[in-house]
């Protein structure tokens, strides 16, 4: 068990995992969040500012729901975070399309791609064992 002091408030809690903000903490965070998606559901215009200004949430707190994908913005909105690739701006998570698609094209390569074998090194060479010269 590990006995953690909360990042927010300061008292000790017993931490599982996730974030280090004990219980009581959490709670209010979860109710920031829903404020949060209600309002964006009624101000599908507002910016982000006028979301941390009338909710009392910071613009960090915001982006990271946003970056989990836990918010969502619509196309009409001005709101919107940058791709952690290439910059450009996007309604939700933390990359845009092209570069996910990009991302799994070069892992799809890379897994059908066979092992690059040595042809100077017979496999008979490559099981012996070896010693050094101690001359």
């Known amino acids: 068990m590990d006995v953690r002091s909360c990042r927010n ?4 809690f017993n931490y599982l995992q996730g974030p280090p903000i004990c219980p009581a903490c959490r709670k209010k965070l ?3 969040f829903e404020r949060v998606k209600d309002y964006i559901r009624e101000h599908e ?3 982000m500012q006028e979301i941390s200004d009338d909710n009392d949430v910071s613009v960090k707190q915001i982006k990271q729901w946003v ?3 836990r918010l969502t ?3 009409n909105s001005p ?3 940058e791709c952690e690739n290439c910059g450009a701006m996007i309604r939700t998570g933390r990359f845009c399309d092209a570069c996910k698609n990009k991302m799994a094209s070069n892992l799809k390569k890379m897994y059908e ?3 690059k074998e040595d042809k100077g090194v017979r496999q008979r060479d490559k099981d012996r064992m070896r010693f050094l010269d101690k001359t």
Do not use: Q, W
């Open 67 to 69: 970056r989990e994908e």
């Open 45 to 47: 215009t507002a910016t």
């Open 79 to 81: 709101v919107g975070i």
């Open 9 to 12: 408030c300061g008292r000790l």
């Open 73 to 75: 913005f619509t196309d």
């Open 113 to 115: 791609m066979p092992p």
């Open 30 to 32: 979860e109710d920031k």
